[in-house]
């Protein structure tokens, strides 16, 4: 087991596997039954749910990396952004340099859809976009936590309780944000 595998994101030859782990978690067929089906999947989510697997199994087929799901996922934040918002705006994107990772700070009203805005602004310049650190807090789910993974996030464990665990895990943090910018070159994003 490496150094940051309890913490990190998902590799790329990681991702086909989780893929297959969620179209077949009933937990998450459900939640997507009740928000594509609402009406269905309160008495009929039985029924719903194996149609809901088959069509993500297709639609997900062709996706084996993080770059391919966040392609996949795209459209939808766009969408979002039109339904959600009157629109948005960024600003000096152009000064980055695809080269050069960076560590973004952001104030914050939503944990999924900030960096979601973040993410589609680069995506949209042609930009890597940032790993995203996340609670444990708010992972309580297996299938959340494969799913904000499968997005390039990491976790920042804030359940440990006692000192050398609180310490252990902040030196652990502290490292892989350090072995990603330093090392692998890629950005950080943290919301404060």
């Known amino acids: 087991m490496g150094?940051?595998?309890?913490?990190?994101?998902?590799?790329?030859?990681?991702?086909a596997e989780v893929l297959q782990r969620l179209v077949a978690n009933p937990e998450f067929l459900n939640t997507i039954a009740r928000y594509r089906f609402p009406a269905l999947?309160?008495?009929f989510s039985w029924?719903?749910?194996?149609?809901?697997?088959?069509?993500?199994?297709?639609?997900?087929?062709?996706?084996?990396?993080?770059?391919?799901?966040q392609a996949r996922i795209a459209p939808y934040v766009e969408n979002s952004v039109k339904r959600a918002t009157d629109g948005i705006s960024f600003s000096g994107i152009e000064h980055l340099s695809a080269d050069e990772p960076r560590l973004y700070f952001s104030n914050h009203r939503d944990?999924?859809?900030?960096?979601?805005?973040?993410?589609?602004a680069l995506f949209q310049s042609q930009l890597n976009t940032p790993r995203?650190?996340?609670?444990?807090?708010?992972l309580s789910r297996p299938f959340v936590s494969d799913l904000m993974r499968l997005n390039k996030s990491?976790?920042?464990?804030?359940?440990?309780?006692?000192?050398?665990?609180?310490?252990?895990?902040?030196?652990?943090?502290?490292g892989?944000?350090?072995?990603?910018i330093t090392q692998e070159k890629q950005s950080i994003w943290i919301a404060q």
Do not use: C, W
Not at 111 to 120: E, T
């Open 3 to 15: 150094q940051f595998d309890n913490i990190r994101p998902y590799h790329d030859h990681e991702v």
């Open 41 to 43: 999947a309160k008495n």
């Open 47 to 69: 029924l719903v749910r194996p149609l809901i697997s088959y069509s993500l199994r297709k639609e997900l087929a062709t996706i084996n990396t993080v770059a391919d799901l």
């Open 111 to 120: 944990i999924v859809m900030d960096p979601a805005y973040v993410n589609y």
């Open 132 to 138: 995203l650190a996340i609670g444990d807090n708010l």
């Open 154 to 174: 990491f976790i920042v464990q804030r359940s440990v309780s006692g000192r050398r665990e609180k310490l252990n895990a902040f030196m652990q943090l502290s």
């Open 176 to 180: 892989y944000i350090n072995h990603s």
